[in-house]
């Protein structure tokens, strides 16, 4: 190589440094040392220093600094902003440290290296320490430092610092006031974050990408659509409409207000949409339940060489969770094992609710246990999954091993919901009562309507239903249409029809127009022989246009859908259907097999009402089912209402002819039948 200049050398490492290659920079490292004397000059030190704090090679970096001869603040920085750059926040302090032993004093591009390291390591005693000697030195008026001091009070959480930090700075600029905005945003404090993009404007500030992006998360978190979209008209008028980070901040915010036609409408008009822009389109159709339409645009951003990133992958298990998509959520995990971000703990975590929800509780159970650190949502996720199962001793020993020492994770308000849900699916009354009293007094939550339904629910399964209303009575809040739809469930299962008047009476008054409710009310007066009230109750839905839900089941084979009505004869095979059907039901019948007419809800002749639950969708589905899934393989039914008692026994009787594994999920919980049995064990 001919001789080089030393500016050429710093020009080589610079280049190292760009090009993110630590062996071009350790050769030209070599070059150095090769081509130029001892001592070297001493920008020569700085930039070696920078290359490889910034490469994150923190041992040569801190060997060379032990070298250099005249440190000076620049060769201190260096290190401590590639430190902070690296995410190696305690060594950025240290070298901070160091460099005051030095006797050298950090200036205004120190500071903030050092205010970002005490923030990203929440330590606020550091960061307030930091801050003494910014105004000591009198480098706080200076605007980069001001700025970041008050972002290390934001994400301290010292509230009242950080504003007092805003209000004291004699001069701000775009940055400070995107600090704001987007702290305030991350805090939870919408109305604040939308207050000062007023007073932003107010002071004539024009904003940039980043201030829409932080307005337009706020708009979103205050749930304020009128605000957002007079924002998305001002982004029009500045221009910003082709900026595809402001597009990216649109498709977010309408898709949390659950404006989704909009949000296609922002990412159609994306020329080069990025791999943020697809995933905030998919994360917007699940959010406004349209799972299938975020799995086909899954497909098609794959089609389009878009690689699955964590975000995305996250999005679209949770989309197959929604759709009860077993095989294609298996196939997403592959993907995510490809692209190596299965260990991503929202991915894992995403992977264990899926499972769950499908009712493939071996698979959460694996997916639980092979991630390599877990949150309070994995946590939640996998109790979630045990109580869809009704499986509470599962869920109850995850809640105590969770709240152990050995891990001390706090749980929270949906924590109980899913550890109660789990008990009333169980009919574990005193262990469930006893965690709903810990609430309060050992964690300090205060128990919701969620809650409260959940105890309701429970002692209304175990057949307590008098004292379930008497729970309701003492409640300290309103009851809610979830707690009183609880207690009329109960009352319809253990025909207490007068208790159910009354719990109905409360329903049709918070939601006069609930099809389900009045459904639910003439179905327990229809299975108490009482026709005329029952039918009272149907006449008056159709006298103030109450339309009832059509139940039905569906069932997922050969790549499509396949949906059943009760008494359904559409399908394309339905005389296959009908001919299983009658096999079904004859091989029942020798077996000892007596229908259960008190679920046909029409005052009919009894071969008639044996006829009307024989066809009811689930059995329809399963017939189905049994022509078409290969031998071996879990036949998976889903139904949008709670299974009746006659499918429950029927399917029970159906396991043990056929000797297959059926899993049913209806609106309640998972239902396994297997050998004659049910995983509810008859309770649900």
Request: hydrophobic share 40%; proline share 3%; net charge neutral.
């Amino acid at each position: 190589m001919p001789f080089l200049s030393a500016n050429s050398l710093a020009s080589l490492v610079e280049s190292a440094v760009s090009t993110q290659c630590s062996r071009f920079g350790r050769a030209a490292h070599a070059q150095i040392v090769k081509t130029l004397d001892n001592p070297l000059p001493s920008f020569i030190y700085n930039h070696l220093v920078n290359m490889y704090s910034k490469l994150d090679l923190p041992n040569s970096a801190q060997l060379v600094i032990s070298l250099t001869p005249n440190r000076s603040v620049v060769t201190w920085t260096a290190l401590i902003a590639g430190s902070v750059q690296n995410g190696r926040f305690i060594s950025a302090l240290f070298h901070f440290s160091n460099m005051r032993r030095d006797s050298i004093q950090p200036n205004d591009f120190t500071f903030p290296c050092a205010f970002k390291a005490s923030g990203s390591l929440r330590s606020p005693l550091a960061g307030k320490q930091l801050h003494a000697l910014a105004v000591k030195a009198g480098q706080i008026t200076d605007v980069f430092v001001g700025c970041s001091a008050f972002d290390m009070y934001s994400k301290t959480g010292l509230t009242y610092e950080a504003r007092k930090m805003f209000d004291e700075m004699p001069e701000r600029n775009i940055a400070t006031w995107n600090a704001y905005l987007s702290n305030s945003v991350l805090e939870g404090r919408y109305e604040d974050a939308l207050t000062a993009f007023i007073e932003f404007r107010h002071e004539s500030w024009e904003p940039n990408s980043i201030t829409f992006c932080a307005f337009l998360n706020a708009c979103a978190g205050a749930s304020n659509l009128r605000l957002g979209r007079q924002l998305h008209g001002f982004v029009l008028q500045s221009g910003f409409e082709a900026d595809v980070s402001v597009a990216n901040g649109l498709i977010d915010f309408y898709g949390k207000c659950h404006q989704v036609g909009c949000s296609e409408i922002i990412f159609s008009g994306i020329s080069k949409p990025n791999d943020v822009s697809w995933c905030s389109m998919v994360a917007s159709y699940v959010q406004n339940d349209e799972e299938d339409k975020a799995c086909m645009l899954f497909l098609r951003a794959r089609k389009e060489g878009i690689e699955p990133t964590d975000f995305m992958v996250s999005s679209v298990v949770s989309a197959c969770a929604g759709l009860s998509g077993l095989e294609v959520g298996r196939g997403v995990h592959a993907l995510a094992v490809k692209a190596c971000v299965e260990g991503n703990i929202f991915v894992g975590s995403a992977l264990v609710d899926m499972y769950g929800k499908c009712g493939s509780i071996e698979d959460a159970d694996r997916a639980f246990d092979e991630m390599p650190e877990w949150n309070l949502i994995t946590w939640n996720a996998m109790i979630g999954a045990y109580a869809h199962q009704g499986r509470a001793d599962m869920a109850v020993a995850l809640f105590n091993k969770m709240t152990h020492a050995s891990h001390e994770v706090a749980p929270n308000y949906v924590t109980f919901v899913c550890v109660l849900s789990a008990c009333s699916r169980d009919g574990s009354v005193n262990v469930g009562m006893e965690i709903f009293e810990s609430m309060r007094g050992r964690y300090g939550i205060e128990p919701g309507a969620e809650h409260y339904a959940c105890v309701v629910d429970m002692l209304g399964r175990a057949s307590m239903v008098e004292q379930a209303y008497q729970f309701i009575k003492k409640m300290p809040i309103r009851p809610t249409v979830s707690v009183w739809g609880a207690l009329l469930g109960a009352c319809k299962m253990f025909a207490k029809p007068e208790l159910g008047k009354i719990a109905a009476d409360n329903l049709f008054e918070l939601d006069p127009l609930d099809s389900g409710n009045h459904v639910l009310l003439s179905n327990m007066l229809a299975a108490a022989g009482r026709w005329e009230e029952a039918t009272l109750v149907r006449k008056e839905m159709k006298d103030v246009g109450i339309k009832k839900g059509a139940g039905c089941s569906w069932i997922t084979a050969g790549n499509a859908v396949h949906l059943f009505q009760a008494k359904d004869t559409s399908h394309e095979r339905n005389s296959e259907i009908q001919a299983m059907l009658a096999k079904l039901r004859r091989e029942m019948k020798a077996a000892g097999y007596i229908p259960d007419t008190k679920f046909a809800l029409f005052d009919l002749e009894e071969e008639e009402k044996v006829m009307e639950v024989w066809y009811h969708s689930e059995k329809i589905a399963l017939a189905f089912g049994l022509i078409v899934i290969p031998p071996g393989v879990p036949i998976r039914i889903t139904k949008n209402l709670r299974i009746c008692g006659d499918c429950h026994s029927a399917i029970k009787f159906i396991s043990g002819i056929v000797g297959r594994e059926i899993i049913v999920r209806d609106n309640n919980r998972f239902h396994r039948f297997r050998d004659n049995q049910c995983s509810c064990r008859d309770y649900w």
